[in-house]
């Protein structure tokens, strides 16, 4: 390990005294959860310590040690895991894992399967008598647009679409490996396109279709799709956006292409030489699953790309089945009686993981539209409509409706919903607390249930298309904390120098390998560019570029980006932090800040804020944010300088753009800094540009 410099700063200690539970759940409640029965049926079966009566918080631990333990506990898990689930190999694995090493760990070696092959397996009780598309656990699909009333896909009904998709891209020559791109918005669709695709044994991308030709061909060109299935525009915020030329302009630069399925969501014909989405899913055809390794491809996601093209993450067909069974199975607690929302796009992973509910045969909701249409509670509103009991959303959007003084736990009917569960961005505590107090209402006319609201604040990455750590049914929940590190997941927090360390800021790092990690980097064909990506700092072990702190609970607590971490005074601090005290006043809507070294050895600390509607940046204000930072943080918290902008730039899926901005306030051009195809808001880039120029 790499051995700790003389001038390398030491990272904060974590407060001492952890914060009282916000949350625990009842006996009926662990008993009642799957990852409770797994538990037993672990220990019955593969020599899992017993459960701990009366004290969940001790089984998990004991639960999690076994699933990591270092003689072989990734494989004894992984192993009960694909028996619990009844994974379905068509031809048997030689051995769970051949080889441990970090890259180019080899899972389930000899084994084939298909992993559309599970997500449409639990179709028992749906057809007859099934008029609404209802089965024995709800319909498949459950889709909200934009001023509509929701829209049921039953079970057979998307077996059947996926069926014939799937027989119509054998006949324009898709075979296993061909990639198969879609720009499409959050709908049926594009969920039944996947499925095609993976049945086939094809390789998924997909963009959302309000990126631009650029983004969109930053991704697609390096994995050169044969078939490309579009929309012609789509519905956000009361509005048609026509995409017409842009799908033209992709499919001019997209030589690869053998054919284009044009999905009419505004109800434009088709243009010419492209196929008619209508008839290709008419026929009704029973599908046949293509059995492929267990390492085949199963798509293909991408990073931000915001400093350069997008990383082409490829992720396995057996490695997503797995590590989805166990994230929505046992940490989520999603099974058939359940309806699955995440406010998502197809742009981003957790769509993939949405859609990834079929797996388990809950009810996926999906919604293609704006998340604050018509008015700021418009998710919530989604997951009134359709019954939800599981709603994800952003830590961003938990604060939005938090500062608009919007009550979803009083004006909806949100009885279902038993989780709430966020990702994106640390959900700050008091985001907690205002999910914890709008749910935790006592009088008259309260809906039933509503005093056991499980917050599930989770975190994880496009590059594993899953949790590191977050939900746990069995767990209490603390302000401002993940609950756990995830089953077979060996999180820890490490130093420079390459040491574990509880209860203090750290690294995040993964020193074992999970079954979703990509097999390869498209174009990657030495595996350079993936072992740059995370294991460059500490060879063999998985960096992830986040601070954290493992907390001696087992609960996890994350800080930010560790690339962009603010170092004043030989002391690291989390820019999550400073937000979430910054955005906690009522004046600021959004906030970013940037720690600049700078060529004589000064560091500039630059606070910018995005200003309320009717709030003023004058002194007073000014004065009041560093009040507040000295007294809730530390006096190294306090900002140079506080400066109003006109918004905060942000990747295309909500990430604050803290590198870029600060290479930019560096004296980095523009062009240089950051792909502008990645960002929300190019133009407000130029503000920092403009600023670097000023301070010479």
């Known amino acids: 390990m790499p051995s700790q410099s003389p001038t390398e700063p030491t990272a904060p200690s974590a407060p001492p005294q952890p914060p009282p539970a916000l ?73 769970v894992l051949a080889d441990a090493a970090m890259p180019g760990a080899r899972w389930f070696p000899g084994a ?95 963009c959302s279709p309000d990126f631009g030709a650029r983004s969109v061909l930053d991704r697609f060109r390096q994995v050169e799709p044969v078939v490309l299935v579009t929309v012609d525009g789509y519905r956000y915020g009361g509005k048609e956006h026509d995409r017409r030329e842009t799908v033209a302009e992709l499919r001019r630069e997209l030589p690869s292409l053998r054919a284009v399925v044009h999905v009419p969501l505004l109800g434009t ?39 350069g093209l997008p990383k082409a993450l490829v992720q396995s067909q057996g490695g997503i089945l797995l590590e989805h069974l166990k994230q929505l199975a046992l940490h989520c607690d999603l099974g058939p009686d359940d309806r699955f ?76 919903v038993r989780c709430v569960a966020t990702t994106g961005s640390p959900l700050p505590p008091d985001g907690f607390r205002w999910i914890h107090d709008e749910f935790h209402r006592e009088g008259p006319g309260e809906a039933p249930g509503a005093s056991d609201m499980w917050i599930a604040s989770v975190s994880g990455g496009t590059d594993v298309c899953s949790c590191f750590a977050g939900a746990v049914p069995t767990l209490p929940v ?77 609960s996890v607590v994350i800080h930010g980006r560790s690339d962009s971490t603010l170092n004043r005074q030989g002391v690291r601090m989390g820019s999550a932090d400073i937000y979430e005290v910054v955005e906690r006043l009522p004046e600021v809507r959004e906030s970013l800040v940037i720690g600049v070294e700078e060529p004589d050895g000064g560091y500039w600390m630059p606070l910018f804020v995005q200003l309320a509607p009717g709030a003023r940046l004058d002194d007073a204000l000014r004065a009041r944010i560093r009040d507040a930072l000295r007294e809730q943080l530390s006096p190294r918290h306090v900002p140079d300088e506080v400066i109003e902008v006109e918004g905060v730039p942000h990747t295309l899926t909500g990430k604050r753009l803290e590198v870029p901005v600060k290479r930019v306030l560096q004296g980095t051009p523009l062009e240089k800094a950051v792909n502008p195809g990645s ?11 403009r600023l670097a120029r000023d301070r010479g």
């Open 269 to 307: 014909a088709p243009p010419d030489g492209a196929l008619e989405w209508d008839a290709l899913v008419a026929t009704g055809a029973e599908p046949v699953f293509e059995q492929v390794p267990f390492d085949h491809p199963l798509w293909v996601l991408y990073s931000s790309g915001t400093t």
């Open 478 to 554: 603390h302000v401002g904390e993940l609950q756990a590190a995830g089953l077979a997941t060996d999180l820890q927090a490490w130093d420079p120098a390459g040491e574990p360390v509880t209860d203090e800021v750290g690294e995040l790092v993964v020193t074992q390998p999970m079954p979703s990690m990509p097999v390869r980097f498209w174009n990657d064909p030495d595996g350079a560019r993936y072992r740059d990506s995370y294991f460059s700092t500490y060879p063999g072990v998985w960096r992830h570029g986040d601070w954290i702190t493992l907390t001696s609970r087992g």
């Open 23 to 95: 949350w625990r759940p009842g006996p009926e409640r662990v008993e009642q959860a799957q990852l409770t029965r797994f538990h037993r049926w672990a220990a019955e079966h593969h020599g899992a310590p017993v459960p701990v009566p009366g004290d969940p918080e001790a089984g998990y631990a004991a639960l999690h040690r076994w699933s990591v333990a270092p003689d072989g506990g990734l494989a004894r898990f992984w192993q009960a895991a694909a028996e619990w689930f009844g994974v379905r190999f068509s031809s048997p694995y030689e051995t």
């Open 341 to 416: 929302f995440w406010y998502t796009s197809t742009g981003w992973m957790m769509w993939n993981f949405l859609v990834s509910g079929l797996l388990v045969g809950a009810t996926v909701i999906t919604y293609g539209g704006s998340p604050g249409h018509p008015d700021v509670a418009g998710q919530w509103r989604v997951a009134e409509r359709t019954g939800a009991t599981f709603f994800g959303t952003s830590a961003a959007y938990v604060m939005a409706c938090r500062k608009a003084d919007v009550h979803p736990g009083r004006d909806l009917d949100l009885a279902r």
């Open 112 to 206: 084939r399967l298909n992993y559309a092959e599970h997500a449409l397996r639990h179709d028992v009780g749906d057809g007859e008598g099934a008029g609404d598309g209802e089965g024995a656990g709800g319909p498949a699909l459950l889709h909200v647009a934009e001023g509509a009333e929701p829209l049921p896909v039953g079970r057979a009904e998307l077996r059947a679409q996926v069926g014939s998709l799937a027989a119509e891209l054998r006949r324009l020559g898709v075979r296993p490996g061909d990639r198969v791109g879609a720009y499409l918005p959050n709908i049926p669709q594009a969920v039944v396109a996947l499925l095609a695709t993976a049945a086939v044994g094809a390789v998924w991308t997909s």
């Open 679 to 689: 960002v929300d808001r190019v133009e407000l880039l130029r503000f920092y540009e």
